[in-house]
């Protein structure tokens, strides 16, 4: 007889199969009704089915962002974005300009825009989710964007009304707004972002109006399996959820269905591009528009009212209407599946349980998953008690840690010098988990069949499994389920050979090595944590000086600027004084003229440049203004002569409202020097003496 004898093991009743780990005999009844090859299936996609289903994918990672997450982000930019543009200088762009195509053909129309594209989407799928029942579509569904729209209208006449009651024109006599403005003057108020609104309103209401799209492919397989169902008459899937719908509804929304799903998934794609729209022009709106205060105030009551709507009022049962997506049947609803916490811990504290029966276990390393569990720990618990650590304190590192065995061992040497003995309940320990029974019977087959022996107890010679692979010995068969499930092998065979007991140096010299290696991996996470804090103060050191750097460049420039200017204004004034003197010389010299006196001739340049000036003047037609701003930017344009000096205040504020709109602002020239009044805006320019050019200067006026 070989030392060693190998066993197979059969699956009862019928026929004996090989098992790959060790030699038990497990008796199991197979169910065979799990398998019949009537259930439909579902139809081969093609490739363009695959591209649709590529972009419908990508478009629901773009709009079905987390609306919390995106919520607070959209806050967070109304404050930050709106310091940006406020405080730091940022370039001019296109957008920057309130006449750019998409302010005026599609921010200011931004409620047309989102309604265009959600009500045919909100027709098309709650018709169809209500199989074809309009009335009830009518009542539930029709009824959000009615109130949508009713909430923008009264949002965006509150805000003109605030603007009107507490705003004021920046010169005197004017109480309305409108009559401020048609005088060409500028109406200063907390005027509340309407386009802020508008904006983040919008988005919320299209992502909360695209929402039954998630999972609308369902649809089509729950049709095909109750359709399945009806006809043979199968009562087994009980948890379709369109098993309560009658016929009526069944061929109702078959037809809606497939009639609509090209249609809804192509709007849902436009949907998207619109949110996304409406996300760029919020950015632009932060930079370039009101401030920031207002900005927030219209972001704030935006939120808000998407909250009120369609988190609090919509989903309640009580009130109509209903949430979109809602109708007589759930498609969206997943089945939730018990953690892996969850069955762990009901195995730790199930005393009652009953034990498994042979028919209710599967074949080896297809067994259920609590089986596993249990196996798991009791593998950890005794690796650890050999390891030389007390049984009671490794119970209670498993109750609380788990059945991860270097976790359970950290926590059992940093409470190696507890002097207070630990109680471990029984409900929360690995001996208060009942054993799952198994009916077995195991047949040891004779090698040697030449000896005439027959079958004989393996229980009598057996002392232990061994690993083919790694040659390791295992007393019982849980040591075998944990060796297998971390290592992967699957040879197994039972022997004669006795495992002998790890010594107490062995003990010592392997809980040494085990310590070794923690302490290595602790020190190894400290460098790295040490590494990744010096790694962060040198980019925040490399930030800051990068940041030191850009802004003494931008003073420099700023000085560059201001030299500049001083220079083109000393030459400016210098011109202009020449200009005077010779136009005193030329008027001396008409008047000793007229008066019979001789005229004194001056060989110089100074006498000669005054005749150039007494001749005949020309008739101009227009005339070339120069408005130097408060900030020492230049801005030019022509004009015809008999405009009046308004136009030139109006084309101020319109070509620069961000710098001299926010404030009130007089005018005035240098050479001669005037400072222009109420009765002067009036006045052609021509009147004025300001043709055939003049520089008109903005200057602030402190009220």
Request: proline share 4%; aromatic share 8%; net charge positive.
């Amino acid at each position: 007889m070989s030392a060693r004898r190998k066993s197979s093991a059969n699956i009862q009743p019928n026929k004996t199969q090989r098992n790959p780990l060790n030699n038990f005999n497990i008796k199991n009844e197979t169910l065979r009704n799990e398998a019949k090859g009537t259930k439909p299936t579902c139809e081969a996609a093609s490739v363009k089915d695959v591209l649709v289903m590529a972009v419908l994918h990508l478009c629901k990672k773009t709009i079905f962002f987390d609306v919390r997450l995106k919520v607070a982000l959209y806050l967070a930019a109304l404050f930050v974005v709106s310091l940006i543009g406020d405080f730091i200088p940022f370039p001019k762009s296109y957008f920057a300009r309130s006449d750019n195509l998409f302010n005026v053909y599609f921010v200011k129309l931004g409620w047309f825009w989102t309604l265009l594209f959600s009500s045919p989407f909100l027709y098309f799928t709650n018709l169809t989710l209500c199989c074809g029942n309009f009335q009830r579509f009518l009542k539930h569904h029709v009824p959000r964007l009615l109130i949508a729209t009713i909430f923008w209208y009264c949002w965006t006449s509150i805000f003109n009304v605030i603007e009107n009651a507490y705003g004021r024109c920046n010169m005197r006599g004017y109480e309305t707004k409108r009559g401020c403005l048609k005088a060409g003057h500028f109406w200063s108020g907390f005027d509340i972002s309407g386009h802020v609104f508008i904006l983040i309103y919008s988005s919320l209401v299209l992502i909360e109006e695209a929402r039954p799209i998630v999972g609308w492919d369902n649809i089509k397989e729950h049709l095909r399996v109750e359709d399945h169902n009806r006809k043979t008459q199968d009562s087994s899937s009980s948890l379709n959820p369109l098993r309560n719908l009658n016929e009526d509804e069944i061929t109702s929304l078959k037809f809606l269905y497939s009639k609509y799903t090209p249609i809804i998934k192509l709007l849902f794609v436009a949907i998207t591009i619109l949110q996304l729209l409406w996300d760029i022009m919020l950015v632009c709106t932060m930079l370039y528009y009101h401030r920031m205060v207002e900005k927030v105030a219209g972001g704030i009551i935006a939120i808000c009212t998407w909250y009120f709507t369609y988190r609090a009022w919509y989903p309640s049962k009580s009130i109509l209407p209903d949430a979109a997506g809602k109708g007589p049947f759930i498609y969206q609803q997943k089945a939730v599946q018990p953690s892996s916490v969850a069955r762990r811990n009901s195995l730790l504290t199930n005393k009652t349980a009953k034990p498994s029966t042979s028919s209710e276990l599967p074949k080896f390393m297809e067994i259920n998953r609590s089986f596993k569990v249990k196996n798991i720990i009791m593998g950890a618990l005794e690796q650890l008690v050999e390891m030389g650590f007390p049984k009671e304190k490794v119970e209670k590192a498993i109750s609380i840690i788990g059945d991860n065995t270097e976790q359970a061992m950290e926590w059992l040497l940093a409470h190696s010098n507890d002097e207070e003995p630990i109680s471990v309940p029984a409900s929360e320990t690995v001996s208060a988990v009942t054993p799952i029974e198994t009916d077995t019977s195991v047949e040891i087959k004779n090698d040697e069949s030449s000896s005439g022996e027959g079958s004989s107890s393996i229980s009598a010679e057996a002392k232990s499994i061994k690993c083919e692979d790694c040659s390791r010995l295992f007393k019982t068969p849980l040591e075998v389920e944990f060796h297998a499930t971390k290592s992967g092998h699957t040879n197994f065979s039972e022997s004669i050979e006795e495992k002998k007991p790890l010594t107490e140096e062995e003990k010592k010299a392997q809980l040494k090595l085990i310590e070794e290696k923690i302490a290595k991996k602790r020190a190894d996470r400290e460098e790295k944590e040490k590494q990744e804090s010096l790694d962060r103060e040198r980019m925040r050191i490399k930030s800051g000086k990068d940041l030191t750097e850009v802004r003494r460049k931008m003073e420099e420039d700023e000085m560059k600027k201001i030299v500049e200017e001083r220079k083109r204004d000393k030459a400016e004034e210098k011109a202009a004084r020449d200009r005077v003197k010779a136009q005193i010389e030329a008027d001396k010299a008409a008047r000793r003229a007229k008066s019979g006196q001789p005229v004194i001739e001056k060989p110089t340049q100074s006498q000669v440049q005054p005749q150039a000036v007494v001749s005949p003047p020309k008739d101009y037609k227009q005339t070339r203004i120069q408005i130097r701003l408060p900030n020492g930017t230049t801005i030019a344009e022509t004009f015809d002569k008999n405009e009046q000096l308004a136009a030139v205040r109006l084309f101020a504020q319109l070509k620069q409202g961000d710098e001299v709109g926010l404030m009130s602002f007089g005018m005035m020239t240098t050479f001669p020097r005037k400072v222009f009044g109420a009765d002067d805006y009036e006045q052609t320019l021509e009147q004025l003496g300001l043709v055939p050019s003049a520089t008109i200067i903005i200057t602030r006026v402190v009220s």
